[in-house]
């Protein structure tokens, strides 16, 4: 499975962007999931779609701000991003779970296997 992240780019604060990730095959992970890493932090989770049933699930940080969707026709998950801050900044990641991750680690980064390889979103004050 590759997955291919595109969308981040330079915004000011309170604007918005939509990241996109396009995943090569239809896969059986449980979970989609977005996570970020800002220069100098521990890689962060984001949110999830889960793959049954389309449940969405996002961090305190973000929650009321960023939404997480999908297109299965199109094998691509979505993050629009609003209301964006400048401690978004970071590198974000799209990232496929095993169809074995249960719901109790599907905000667990080592619950991920399959990784793209980021899409730098820059939010200036």
């Known amino acids: 499975v590759q997955l291919q992240a595109s969308g981040g780019g330079l915004v000011q604060a309170g604007g918005s962007l939509r990241l996109s990730c396009v995943v090569s095959?239809?896969?059986?992970?449980?979970?989609l999931g977005w996570f970020r890493r800002a220069p100098g932090k521990e890689r962060e989770f984001v949110g999830y779609?889960?793959?049954?049933?389309?449940?969405?699930i996002y961090a305190d940080s973000v929650k009321g701000r960023f939404t997480i969707s999908r297109d299965d026709a199109k094998n691509t998950i979505y993050l629009q991003m609003n209301s964006l801050k400048p401690e978004d900044t970071a590198n974000y990641y799209c990232?496929?779970?095993?169809?074995?991750?249960?719901?109790?680690?599907?905000?667990?980064?080592?619950?991920?296997?399959?990784w793209g390889p980021g899409t730098q979103v820059t939010v200036s004050s």
């Open positions: 990232a496929v779970s095993r169809s074995t991750t249960i719901l109790s680690e599907a905000r667990n980064p080592d619950s991920y296997p399959y």
């Open positions: 779609i889960r793959r049954r049933g389309g449940n969405t």
């Open positions: 095959e239809r896969t059986s992970g449980n979970y």
